[in-house]
């Protein structure tokens, strides 16, 4: 009969584990074990060449709100042409359809990485969009569908400038010309992005300006076996951070402020963002919405103040493009840090985040920031701890005892719970005591799961020996070729470490139950193998911590009955 549970229970947790896979696949994520299966990503008429996205947003049906941004149908192209510019920070191309910033590559060099290391953010390719694009609306005026002309001037930041200026003009629409200027600043990931708006016509006009981020659904590279957001957001002071998935805007279910005065609108993925940031105290509505399937945008319209003929109008507003560096983003803009995603936990992930962030400071290193911080949280708990290790350590004492309780009154479950209670109250044992102290610690445990996956200040960091970098799996090993997993040294002492724990702990009654939890150090060590060596470093100080802790304790519960004794 055992032995049939047993079975049961591997068929139970293998299926669990497929199903999850097969979730996360349905959901455009990588899959747990077939990492090269192609991902939804948006379909190749709206990622195709250049431009080739502006096409497919002008026939995409707007919202009310938005209605006009782009013209229902188009004239034929008029050739275009990419700009290459560079600066300090940045590498990257303006599409002069548009003026749209369709490259951007982040010269964000990591500790343990090499010099040359980059991220490209925005891209426009046959297989994925991401682009940032302006233009004006509520006439026949100039948008992301029309060639602006390049104004002559340098296109690279050079070692004795501080900024590098790039315009460009658009051709006369509606009685409509439009300048539209990038401003890039010497060690800022911020643009400042200034559209001056000319009224050569003999009407006076009344445009709406918009701003707007169109990304496809693609998934980017992450830790297998985690989660994290990938999306649009929107922010204000009244409603504060909206995060919308794509999944509820495919089925028009997408929760946010329409109308503000402040805020800003952003695309998260894992470690960097993107964001438009219109001027404080500037009316303006926001909107999220499918272009087409698997391409989407978010953005504000901003009304600009009629312009009479030979009158012009600026419309100005800044562009974070860069990694999600906690404190870098406090000083941009009000909320922006919160693109550095902790979901539920924010609340404590941030002072957490906050403490690691000043340990760091005194050590120099990442990887002894985990542990010091890891010590710190078991010594506050300790009280906590031991609680929950001495109720534990009571259970084990009188565990034989409570045995031959249930088999004594097996055929009589009310005589044998009535003589376990009996047993717990001569005893003084509480069997929940030892479970209500960890319940308090576990949001603690999960914030500080969350601070390690989410913090960018992990990415290439190192730690000591084989640790060259915090944010990837810890491969020391090799790698298994059945499931495509890196072999580390610290999920295996993660799994020795749980193994520990498990034999310090009372035994299930349940001898199938029992095997179960001798079972789960080697089913979550597979796990493990995926997950970012930083995040692995954290359960082997905290496991290799609890096992001293529980074992201190338990040697000075059973000295304390020995004296008496003698």
């Given at each position: 009969m055992d032995i049939k549970r047993t079975v049961l229970w591997v068929i139970f947790f293998v299926s669990a584990v497929m199903l999850f896979d097969n979730w996360q696949r349905s959901h455009g994520r990588p899959s747990m074990f077939f990492p090269n299966v192609t991902q939804t990503s948006a379909p190749s008429a709206a990622n195709g060449t250049p431009g080739a996205a502006s096409a497919t947003a002008s026939t995409a049906t707007l919202p009310a709100a938005a209605a006009g941004v782009a013209p229902a149908t188009t004239a034929p192209a008029a050739p275009a042409q990419l700009v290459n510019f560079s600066t300090d920070v940045y590498e990257g191309q303006i599409d002069t359809r548009g003026g749209t910033l369709a490259k951007l590559v982040l010269k964000y060099p990591s500790p343990g990485k090499g010099a040359d290391e980059s991220v490209t953010l925005f891209d426009q390719s046959p297989s994925h969009t991401y682009v940032a694009r302006t233009g004006l609306f509520g006439g026949d005026f100039p948008n992301h569908n029309d060639v602006f002309t390049p104004v002559a001037g340098p296109t690279s930041l050079t070692a004795d400038q501080n900024t590098l200026k790039l315009s460009f003009e658009s051709p006369e629409k509606g009685g409509v010309k439009v300048v539209k200027t990038y401003t890039f600043t010497r060690g800022s990931y911020v643009i400042g992005v200034d559209e001056k708006i000319d009224n050569v016509g003999t009407a006076p006009v009344s445009p709406t300006a918009y701003m707007e981020l169109v990304r496809d659904g693609e998934a980017v590279d992450g830790p297998r076996f985690t989660h994290t957001f990938l999306g649009p957001a929107v922010y204000s002071d009244q409603k504060h951070f909206q995060k919308i998935t794509f999944s509820d805007i495919d089925k028009k279910k997408a929760d946010y402020l329409e109308t503000a005065d402040n805020g800003w609108v952003a695309m998260v993925q894992h470690y960097f963002a993107s964001a438009w940031i219109p001027k404080e105290g500037t009316a303006r509505k926001n909107y999220v919405e499918q272009l087409s399937p698997g391409l989407y945008r978010v953005g504000v319209q901003q009304a600009v103040a009629t312009i009479a003929p030979g009158q012009s109008a600026d419309v100005s507003a800044r562009l974070f493009a860069g990694p999600e560096e906690q404190r870098?983003?406090?000083?941009?803009?009000?909320?922006?840090?919160l693109v550095k995603d902790y979901g539920w936990v924010t609340i404590i992930a941030k002072p957490l985040f906050w403490l690691l962030e000043k340990i760091h400071g005194l050590v120099g290193n990442w990887g002894w920031a985990i542990v010091l911080l890891t010590l710190l949280i078991k010594a506050v708990f300790f009280p906590l701890s031991a609680a929950s290790y001495k109720s534990m350590a009571r259970m084990k004492e009188i565990t034989p005892r409570m045995q031959a309780l249930r088999e004594r009154f097996k055929s009589d479950p009310q005589k044998m719970n009535a003589a376990l209670?009996?047993?717990?109250?001569?005893?003084?044992?509480?069997?929940?005591?030892?479970?209500?102290?960890?319940?308090?610690?576990?949001?603690?445990?999960?914030?500080?799961?969350?601070?390690?996956?989410?913090?960018?200040?992990?990415?290439?960091?190192?730690?000591?020996?084989?640790?060259?970098?915090?944010?990837?799996?810890?491969?020391?090993?090799?790698?298994?070729?059945?499931?495509?997993?890196?072999?580390?040294?610290?999920?295996?002492?993660?799994?020795?470490?749980?193994?520990v724990q498990t034999k310090l702990n009372p035994t299930p009654p349940d001898p199938v139950q029992a095997k179960m939890m001798m079972f789960m150090p080697l089913a979550f060590s597979v796990m493990f193998f995926f997950f970012p060596a930083g995040l692995v470093l954290y359960y082997v100080v905290n496991n290799v911590l609890s096992i001293a802790q529980q074992y201190y304790i338990t040697r000075t519960l059973g000295g304390a009955k020995k004296k008496p004794a003698a």
């Open positions: 870098m983003l406090e000083g941009i803009a009000p909320g922006l840090e209670m009996e047993l717990y109250k001569t005893e003084k044992v509480n069997p929940f005591g030892g479970c209500l102290p960890v319940v308090i610690q576990i949001p603690v445990f999960i914030s500080l799961y969350w601070v390690l996956l989410a913090s960018v200040e992990m990415r290439g960091a190192p730690w000591i020996l084989w640790i060259h970098d915090l944010s990837a799996p810890d491969s020391l090993l090799g790698t298994l070729p059945i499931l495509n997993a890196p072999i580390g040294l610290l999920p295996i002492l993660m799994a020795v470490s749980m193994f």
